[in-house]
């Protein structure tokens, strides 16, 4: 059966292992000095190990691959302990994976385990929409006289956070892309004058944020619909940030459109480790 599922790039790929604890299924393993995934059968495709390899090695593709099997993954998970279980089953939670994580809970069942429910706060009231997702636009600075004014803001649009933005929104359409990860705003000092002006932003974390397939969905429809001219990819230096490059990578490829992609990698007080041109 045709099915996304994980693809290493064996040349990009330099053992670092990363990725082998984020996948708690263990559908990747190390050998000869390099990832490999070991079983089509374990692995889930839904891409929490992206955001753990550096080299951006791991991409998703779709292709002729065994059905995942939700009862062998259980099998190879219960032996490693609670917080694996935890994990496995938030991570089917957080991809809507009702059907697996019924059969989770079921196998569980079968070798007298209980965990809790752990039932998630619902951010949008089942029809009400999230005040915070609301589409903005500014259209000038904040006054001179204002407090903010000391430091100007040069954030033209709202939302900036990958879930919650439309990639078919104005503020988009033949833009320059600025994607960065959420840790650089806060570590480089003159991330607005100097890395924000004149672009449209948008935020993620490859590390913590569910659902990044969604992510890949969005960058694609912003390259081929909202037809943005470049992507500059801004990430901090620590492994899991090149999730990010990688995610905007995969849809570059995927896109019908080319568009050229800008990494710069910062260090955690806000300098430019590298900066160079990739795609």
């Not at 190390?30 to 090695?57: M, N, T, V």
């Not at 949008?124 to 500014?138: D, L, N, T, V, Y």
């Amino acid at each position: 059966m045709k099915r996304q599922i994980i693809t290493i790039d064996q040349e990009l790929c330099d053992g670092c292992s990363n990725c082998i604890p984020a996948c708690p299924e263990g559908a990747i393993q190390l050998i000869d000095g390099k990832a490999r995934l070991i079983s089509d059968l374990f692995c889930d495709g839904l891409g929490a190990c992206l955001g753990h390899c550096p080299q951006g090695a791991i991409t998703i593709e779709e292709r002729e691959a065994e059905p995942y099997d939700e009862r062998q993954v259980m099998e190879y998970i219960i032996p490693q302990g609670r917080n694996t279980i935890l994990a496995h089953l938030e991570h089917l939670k957080a991809h809507g994976e009702t059907a697996f994580l019924q059969q989770a809970i079921q196998v569980l069942n079968e070798h007298g385990i209980r965990v809790e429910d752990r039932q998630e706060h619902d951010h949008h009231h089942h029809g009400h929409s999230c005040p915070g997702s609301k589409p903005m636009q500014f259209d000038s600075a904040p006054a001179e006289n204002s407090a903010a004014a000391k430091q100007v803001s040069t954030l033209t649009h709202w939302p900036i956070q990958m879930h919650l933005i439309s990639p078919r929104a104005p503020q988009y359409h033949h833009a320059d892309l600025l994607l960065a990860a959420d840790c650089v705003a806060f570590s480089v000092g003159d991330f607005h004058q100097t890395y924000l002006r004149g672009k449209a932003l948008v935020m993620a974390c490859p590390k913590l944020d569910h659902g990044q397939e969604i992510y890949l969905e969005k960058l694609v429809t912003l390259i081929d619909e909202a037809q943005i001219n470049t992507i500059t990819v801004m990430i901090m230096q620590v492994p899991c940030c090149g999730g990010l490059l990688a995610l905007a990578r995969e849809a570059v490829n995927r896109a019908s459109r080319h568009v050229p992609i800008k990494v710069f990698v910062m260090g955690l007080q806000g300098e430019i480790l590298s900066e160079q041109w990739v795609q």
